[in-house]
């Protein structure tokens, strides 16, 4: 009897594989193959200068030292991380706010339903429309200056592309508003999962609504805030669509607001493979490291 | 009984807490929303409006605007929202329905590699597509794919967030007894996938096809790198362009027009769906 079950379930479950090949076989050929010849083409010098064609030709590790020593890859890096900084720092702030907040029976807040939708909506606008729109509204003749002066507050209309912190400012802007609605949902709920009999003893015990936060939600919710950090952290080294449309993929000013895949980016362009690999090699491994980074630094802390 | 424990706490009364509260998430929604009604009220002002500086009340130009700016402007806009249109769309069922599918194989089945996948899967859900795009444009170049909608919209088939979802909704929801039930009554594999299992799974799948079609919908890198003909541009690649082009040969309604364009008829479906956006982001995201 059961030698005869067991074969039978044998039998089906030789359609767990039949189901798995759509996800391997494209998984394999649209990121598999493409991450290996990614690596590939970082061990070869591959560009054009001009009209000629440079290579391929094999030079090992070559294209990581040039990345390295040629200094703007640890500019761009910098701008990327002070970017993402600028903007996770009052995001997380104003979610674990708003999230606790929502969350906190006593307060009863009414029209939770609007709130919620309404600071979840620049979420799902296009970015590069988004950063369109903002470079519109802060140009010079744009409205935002128009307001400014008419309110009095400035004398002579900002330029608010032609200033290093602007500039950077916007760009973090830009992502705290399409992001703090998301994470404040992820937060609330990771507050709704802690045992509201912890809440109660503490509001026996006389503990203010900023006690409970600090005593007793904040250090339950250290899994959840790990993870919104790693994603927000991965997402942040992607930066890209905002301050390529914002600068018109320069950068500028001097620059300074130039993201790790706007480079990339620019490499792909100009079909420079070589360096654009050891990039792309090199952004895989920071991604890779980062992350296991933070998850032990909070583990740690935990113990 | 809860009222008077609230009483008796240190700290500010739940009447100032409550109104501070209410303050902090008017200001928070003001600034989500002031740009798209500044946006607004620009689309609908003319050219010589727009240089005599902001003023919060819409003018009458919004029609004018988008037929000169949008339907016969010099880029292709509405070519470029069909274009949109189909590759989001597309993605989005290829996406769903064969995650659905992956879910499905590591769900109910055993086999010797199952473990190995669904560690695999959850592996590399974090390496973000910008970190292959090299090889994978070295790729599409190779199979003669540029300028074709193939490379955005099949890749959607191994989609490890949307897998991951849909794990976690099937664990809740769909019991193997109900499988085993069904294979008793002589029904296939397939069929049983097909006439059991995506009907159970129909609010995961609305759910993550919002998603899907939305970042789909959004996305700039890939696509700005595979497409280049005019005629198969979707909308990101043209807001792009708008912004590359000399700036000062356009007119500024024009301008606001489409960048209205692209960015409302998302506004009105999210409107209409966010009910179940909302509360989507949370339901397979954090567990626990």
Known sequence: ?303 | MEKNTNKKAKGLPIGARRAIAYAVLILVSLLCLIWFYILFINATRSKGELTRGFTPIPSTHLIQNLKNGVFHGTLPFVRGMLNSLFVAGCSAVLCTYFSTMTAYAIHVYNFRFKKFMSTFILAVMMIPTQVTALGFLQLVGKMKLEDNFIPLIVPAVAAPVTYFYMKQYMESTLPLSLIEAARIDGSGEFRTFNTITLPLMKPAIAVQAIFTFVSSWNNYFIPALVLHKDKMKTLPILIAQLRSADFLKFNMGHVYAAIAFSIFPVIVVYLILSKYIVGGTTLGGVKG
């Open chain 1, 1 to 303: 009897m059961d030698k005869a079950k067991s074969k039978k379930v044998v039998s089906y479950n030789k359609w767990g594989y039949i189901f798995l090949i759509p996800f391997v076989v494209v998984y394999c050929v649209f990121q598999l193959v493409p991450l290996a010849s990614t690596f590939y083409n970082s061990l070869f010098e591959n560009y054009r200068s001009g009209l000629t064609q440079v290579g391929p030709n094999f030079v090992g590790f070559q294209n990581y030292v040039k990345l390295f020593t040629n200094g703007d890859l640890l500019i761009y890096a910098k701008n990327t991380m002070i970017m993402w900084i600028l903007g996770f720092v009052p995001q997380i702030l104003v979610s674990l706010l708003l999230g606790a907040w929502f969350s906190d029976p006593s307060l009863r807040l009414k029209y939770q339903r609007f709130f919620k939708t309404v600071i979840y909506l620049p979420n799902l606008i296009m970015a590069s429309a988004f950063a369109m729109l903002f470079f519109t509204l802060f140009s010079e003749s744009g409205p935002i200056n128009s307001i400014l002066l008419n309110l009095g507050i400035i004398s002579a209309p900002y330029k608010f592309m032609s200033h290093v912190w602007s500039v950077r400012g916007l760009v973090a802007l830009m992502n705290f508003i399409m992001w703090f609605g998301n994470t404040t949902i992820l937060l609330m709920a990771g507050m709704m999962g802690i045992d509201p009999s912890l809440y109660e003893a503490a509001q026996v015990d006389g503990a203010t609504a900023t006690q409970i936060f600090f005593q007793i939600t904040l250090p339950l919710l250290r899994p959840i805030l790990l993870y919104v950090m790693i994603t927000s952290l991965i997402g942040g080294l992607q930066m890209f669509d905002v301050p390529q449309i914002l600068t018109n993929g320069t950068g500028d000013p001097v620059r300074s607001s130039m993201t790790l895949i706007m480079y990339l980016n620019k490499h792909l362009y100009s079909k420079n493979y070589g360096l654009g690999g050891a990039l792309s090699v090199l952004l895989f491994i920071i991604t890779g490291i980062l992350s296991l980074i933070v998850f032990r630094i909070n583990t740690r802390t935990s113990k």
